[in-house]
């Protein structure tokens, strides 16, 4: 997942959140001696609990829970949980899914159900169902341009509408000057604060601007009415980061270098650099303190002032690259990461030279030897 940071010293008071259980309807299903019949209830962020009566003449033995999250990947993967109880002819149990150890984003369908064993052998399961882990706890009003719509619950409509309009903008910047053109539907929710959007997700750093979700089609940001400045960066920033992950997915677990993932992602927010990113950027290069293209490939340090001159050099990288050899080169490169190619294969297939050459002629290009 990428997070656009916010690098603010904040003191953040603890907060009770009362969080509202949310039923499923019921399922049920009968065949030979046993009958089903279970609920759900959601606690978002929190967890997921999956309630299961059975009966049969025979003591119930196995109560397996089947599910299948929906979300980009190349093969459908199905998850079980196994229920915890005393075997006996009529039996009330649960399977709880606690998202502190795999968190969901919101609006992420889960396909699922049920399989019961009995003593004498009998065999049978529930009907496939469908939930969605959803953040019910605010009023979400929406609007729609493909392929984003937006949902937020604070602010008028011509503060969503000015963000979808930074949305288009960002998209159309980067399918310009990359070739990379967004596939399928993103939802983008936006959060009245910062305090909002973490609240929307387990161990959240106090940082966290702003979410995506890769392989669910989800984007969270926090962005308050008065920080619209803010939400013209952040929306086709975390955009961008849904479209290059889209083209770069591999079942390789091959990901891109930090640095062309942020550097994309600020590329594709502005023709202006963020200030305090060009700021940090001048003065590396006026003291000669640029950090190398390869110690920027790992995650950005969390020191602002070396973060604000990562976010700076990486977005000076991929603009050099981008104006310097074309956009078909860029997306060229892409593709080389989309089958799971290294950083220095991947630039050397593309380009010709690895992290160390392209940080020798990027060096050039600033003037500096």
Known sequence: MVKIKILLITILLSVAVLIPMISVP????AAGNISLSGSVQMSFPNSITFNINAQSDSNITQLRLHYVVDQQNYANVTSEGWAHFTPAKSVSTQWFWDMRKSGLPPDTHVDYWWTALDAAGNIT???????????????????????????????????????????????QRIENDTGAIPQGHVNVYIYASTVDLQGAQL???????????A?????????????????????????????VGQITFNDYGAG????????????????????????????????????????LSSPFSAIASVAYTSYGESNSIVT???NQYGKDKMRSLLDAFQRGNTYDDALMQVYGFNQDGLDSVWRHSLGIS
């Open 26 to 29: 019921d399922i049920s299903a």
């Open 125 to 171: 399961q529930t009907a496939l169902e469908t939930l969605v882990f959803d953040d019910t706890r605010y009023n979400w009003q929406s609007i729609t341009t493909d392929p984003v719509t937006i949902l937020w619950y604070s602010g008028t409509s011509a503060f969503a509408n000015d963000l979808m309009d930074y949305a288009q903008q960002g998209l």
């Open 203 to 213: 161990f959240a750093p106090q940082w966290e601007g702003g979410a995506t979700f």
């Open 215 to 243: 392989g669910y089609n989800v984007i969270a940001i926090g962005v308050s009415t008065s920080q619209l400045a803010f939400g013209e960066r952040a929306v086709p920033h975390e955009l961008t980061h849904w479209i």
């Open 256 to 295: 891109l270098p930090t640095w062309l993932s942020e550097g994309l992602a600020t590329y594709g927010e502005s023709t202006n650099l963020n200030p305090d990113y060009q700021n940090a950027l001048n003065s590396a290069i006026k003291n000669n303190q640029l950090l190398s293209i390869r110690s």
């Open 320 to 322: 050099f690259m981008i």
